[in-house]
């Protein structure tokens, strides 16, 4: 819903999500220094490859691929070209994309994009975990899901405690359905755009979004708070009395009310609960100091080298923007 509202900006082109971006990225080793054309053109033919979606995008993939080999030799530029070519195509300025597991790589984007302004949407964790249960695409069961809110939230305080108010800013879903506009306009405020009326109505560029992603159908309604507390009838009692006790806190400090309806969790549920949370905690920092060490001895750039911005930032930082 979200993504929609800043696609309907006439200056804002959010694409579906496509998930090329991670897979290539975590490969980079395979494509190496792309000054050659034979390593550009693996990297491409591994952004339009079938199993990206970028047909979800609309566009060609060998006008796409042509446009990689001949843009600047680094990964974030090819990525870019393909978001660039989304916005082209919607007569857009700018370019964003969505995905919900950049939550843990904002790192990652801020080296590819040095000039990036991240967005994270927090939502009550147990309309969350009641939404999970219902996605066909989804892999964990609920306290698998609750361990993956608990992680995302973690990472949203860690970003907004270390990134400056310019590049990441946190919108609560409840505030955005209860009243969209005001919500909207501060965004558009730190995106440094001008608040557009056709940001309120995001079901009028739904077309966006394939069709056969029916899990999206209520993106065809006009925004409401229907689902703002999904969970009383999306949760079963062993799990809102789970979730409300192992995340009792960080449901609070988010501004959610415990209600108390659960059943009481027993202490193996709290333990299976505990060991999800810490294997995913300590995979994901495992990831990140791998990230830094690799980003410390790296030989060759990365960073995006499309826009002013960006080209300033190579010159004068080589493209790192993270304190």
Not at 2 to 8: E, G, Q, T, V
Not at 45 to 67: F, M, N, Y
Not at 83 to 112: I, M, N, S, T
């Amino acid at each position: 819903m979200l993504s929609l509202m800043i696609h309907a900006h006439p200056r804002l082109a959010m694409p579906p999500e496509s998930r090329f971006l991670l897979k290539a990225w975590r490969r980079r080793a395979v494509f190496g220094n792309l000054q050659t054309p034979k390593q550009r053109m693996a990297l491409a033919k591994a952004c339009v490859r079938t199993g990206s979606k970028i047909r979800d995008l609309g566009l060609d993939p060998q006008e796409t691929l042509d446009k990689i080999l001949a843009g600047p030799p680094t990964i974030g530029s090819a990525f870019g070209i393909v978001f660039k070519g989304f916005a082209d195509k919607h007569g857009a300025a700018r370019w964003g994309d969505k995905r919900p597991a950049y939550y843990q790589e904002v790192d990652v984007l801020l080296r590819l994009f040095p000039d990036a302004q991240i967005v994270h949407i927090v939502r009550d964790g147990r309309a969350n975990v009641a939404s999970l249960k219902k996605m066909p695409w989804w892999p964990f069961d609920s306290i698998g899901s609750m361990a993956a809110w608990s992680q995302a939230e973690y990472c949203s305080l860690r970003n907004a405690k270390r990134l400056p108010a310019d590049v990441f800013h946190v919108i609560r879903y409840e505030s955005l359905v209860a009243d969209p506009e005001p919500v909207l306009r501060v965004l558009c405020d730190f995106l440094e755009e001008d608040f557009h009326p056709a940001m309120l109505e995001p079901s009028e560029v739904r077309d966006v979004v394939p069709e056969k992603k029916v899990w999206h159908e209520n993106l065809k309604q006009s925004v409401n708070t229907d689902r703002v507390e999904s969970w009383r009838k999306g949760l079963e009692p062993w799990e809102l009395g789970l979730m409300e006790t192992v995340l009792r806190r960080k449901l609070v400090r988010n501004g959610y009310q415990i209600s108390g309806d659960g059943k009481r969790p027993s202490p193996k549920l709290v333990a299976r609960y505990a060991k999800d949370a810490f294997e995913r905690r300590g995979a994901m920092r495992k990831r990140w100091a791998e990230e830094r060490k690799e980003a410390a001895a790296a030989t060759y750039p990365v960073a995006a080298r499309l826009t002013s911005r960006q080209l300033e930032l190579a010159a004068a930082t080589g493209g790192q923007r993270l304190p």
